[in-house]
């Protein structure tokens, strides 16, 4: 039986804020769902409505939201309810704030201005290191962040990752130069990552697709989809701004904290490591193993600069 999402979102609003849903517009969908605007007749008047297939992706989010927003003062949406699927309401939803904007990776930055594009990089590094403030005492997931150093923390990820390509690459679908740099940069880990600071907050997702930027003025106005939270070490998802390079976001950051002497290195090992996960979870597209590949010669150039 197909549901009709509009007159289930109307009703979790109804439910949660006891207001009458007067406008409703699908601004995009995916695999895992879609994200609605929707206009109401009570505070805040505007919300943005996720309806996702999955509890467990919902219940992730909302509790990532309302982690960071606890804690620290950024630019991220504020929950307003959440719904898990029930007889009555048989949508997972989530009300959030409206942001007023676009995903970045859809303006043209080539055309959108030397003074625009400097303010709006400006912003998405400050509101990353008010982020970077959040520190805790140890490493891991935040409702279980229990390791006394993050190396012990990530080996056994970048273990179940590797493990994960030898398969692959045993089964002939992974270019040969893949797993022989994630074996090489495995094999460095307990160098590369021995001292990276205190446990500090992340988003988990922070790249441009994600950053919502007013099409007229070019302003940053916020992050969405913060996903798997962590205290990590603190230059963990920096690799998320090496993407779109043309942008400089990371060269930006650099230039703005003090960064580890292995930083890019770090980042390009932590940037392959997370494409493999992300291969294991929505699948090996031949697109995605070209970019994994590439992604390979990255880390193994930074790999031989470092000799080690």
Same mark, same amino acid.
């Not at 699908?26 to 008047?45: F, H, M, Q, T």
């Not at 303010?119 to 970077?132: E, G, S």
């Not at 094999?187 to 205190?198: A, F, H, M, P």
């Not at 932590?270 to 291969?279: G, M, N, P, Q, T």
């Given at each position: ?27 995009? @969908?995916?695999? #895992? ?6 206009? /109401?007749?009570?505070?805040?008047? !505007?919300?943005?409505?996720? !309806? ?20 620290? $003062? /950024? ?11 029930? $007889? ?16 970045? #990776?859809? /303006? ?13 990089? %400006? +912003? ?7 982020? %970077? ?27 179940? %990752? ?6 692959? +690459? #045993? ?19 307990? %160098? ?13 997702? =922070? ?6 930027? $007013? ?9 969405? &989809? ?8 603190? @230059?963990? @998802?920096?690799?998320?701004?090496? +993407? ?5 976001? =990371? ?35 031949? &697109? ?21």
């Amino acid at each position: 039986m197909e549901i009709n999402s509009e007159v289930y979102i109307s009703k979790s609003i109804k439910e949660y804020l006891g207001a009458d849903l007067i406008y409703c517009k699908l601004l995009g @969908e995916g695999a #895992n769902g879609s994200v609605y605007r929707a206009d /109401i007749s009570a505070k805040p008047y !505007v919300l943005a409505i996720k !309806v996702t297939n999955y509890s467990e992706m919902l219940a992730n989010e909302v509790f990532a939201l309302n982690y960071i927003n606890g804690r620290v $003062d /950024i630019l991220l949406p504020k929950v307003f309810f959440s719904h898990i699927a029930n $007889d009555d309401i048989p949508i997972n939803v989530l009300g959030m704030t409206y942001l007023y904007g676009v995903g970045g #990776n859809k /303006i043209n930055w080539l055309f959108a201005g030397k003074k625009k594009r400097k303010a709006f990089k %400006r +912003q998405v590094i400050d509101n990353l290191i008010k982020l %970077r403030d959040v520190t805790n005492e140890k490493f891991g997931y935040v409702d279980n962040a229990c390791f006394e150093s993050w190396i012990d923390f990530y080996r056994p990820f970048a273990k179940a %990752r590797l493990d994960y390509m030898s398969s692959l +690459q #045993n089964k002939g679908n992974v270019a040969m130069c893949v797993e022989e740099t994630l074996t090489r940069a495995y094999g460095i880990l307990d %160098r590369v990552l021995n001292d990276c600071g205190k446990p500090t907050l992340t988003h988990g997702d =922070y790249w441009l697709p994600n950053f919502v930027v $007013d099409k007229k003025t070019k302003e940053f106005v916020g992050c969405v &989809d913060p996903f798997n939270i962590m205290y990590a070490d603190a @230059e963990y @998802e920096l690799f998320a701004l090496m +993407q779109f390079g043309y942008l400089r976001l =990371y060269e930006l950051y650099k230039k703005s904290v003090p960064t580890s002497k292995y930083c890019d290195l770090k980042s390009r090992m932590y940037a392959l490591f997370s494409e493999v996960y992300w291969c294991e979870i929505l699948g090996n597209s031949i &697109d995605a193993l070209k970019y994994m590949k590439g992604m390979a010669k990255l880390l193994k150039t930074e790999l031989d600069k470092a000799k080690i």
